[in-house]
């Protein structure tokens, strides 16, 4: 498996935005395919995206590698994101609902992020474990994002990082996503605090629901690499 990314952008969805989030070196693009969300984007309207000329001359002019494309959906069944992935070249689903490892055993099409509304009770503890055991080394990484509410992510609610300090056992072995609430302001703080293998933002970089405002995307890239080399 390739290295995992570091920084995310999640719900981009236009041509400006996708262009401008890899020029200031974004390291993972999530394309979210959850029709209740305004960052919504349909499959062909994805892949559309990323075959435009200008994305792909950012791609190929980028100093650093080109960035990584995930797939985010809520519930979906393995055989609808096969059929995503013979339209959409992505290189992680991101699962964000309630799966089912079991139903996910066999799925060996990409790597998966399972994301997790993170209140480490018993029955969230033994779901977890669930898929690890499920799923082996094709569970890419765990994504925490903030505490239950009626929003699946780009909420701008922030996850207790105290919960995750130190890390808990059950998401020992992979690596952890930090997300849920982080912005430029914070990001820096949440590094050095969860020590975190990525962070992930969507709201956080935005100047209105949906649309990324490239400063903030800028800000967010750089505050993350600053705290990660602070740490050494």
Known sequence: MTKLFRTKVCGIKTTADLCNAINVGVEAIGLNFVPESPRFVTPNAAAELLATRSVQEAISSSPRHAPAFVGVLVNPTPDYVRQILRTVPLQYIQLHGEEVADEWRDFRD??????????????????????????????????VDAP?????????????????????????????????????????????????????????????????????????????????????
């Open 110 to 143: 990409a790597p998966l992020i399972k994301a997790i509304r993170w209140s480490g009770d018993t029955d969230q503890c033994k779901y977890l474990t669930r898929w690890h055991q499920m799923l082996g080394g094709r569970l890419a990484a765990f994504l």
């Open 148 to 232: 239950a509410t009626d929003v699946r992510g780009g909420s701008g609610m922030k996850a207790d990082w105290s919960t995750l300090v130190p890390r808990p056992a059950v998401l020992a072995g992979k690596p952890l996503v930090l997300a849920g609430g982080l912005n430029p302001d914070n990001v820096q703080q949440a590094i050095e605090t969860v020590q975190p293998n990525a962070v992930d933002t969507a709201s956080g970089v935005e100047s209105a629901p949906g649309s990324k405002d490239v400063n903030r995307m800028r800000s967010f890239v750089q505050n993350s690499h600053r705290a990660w080399s602070s740490m050494g």
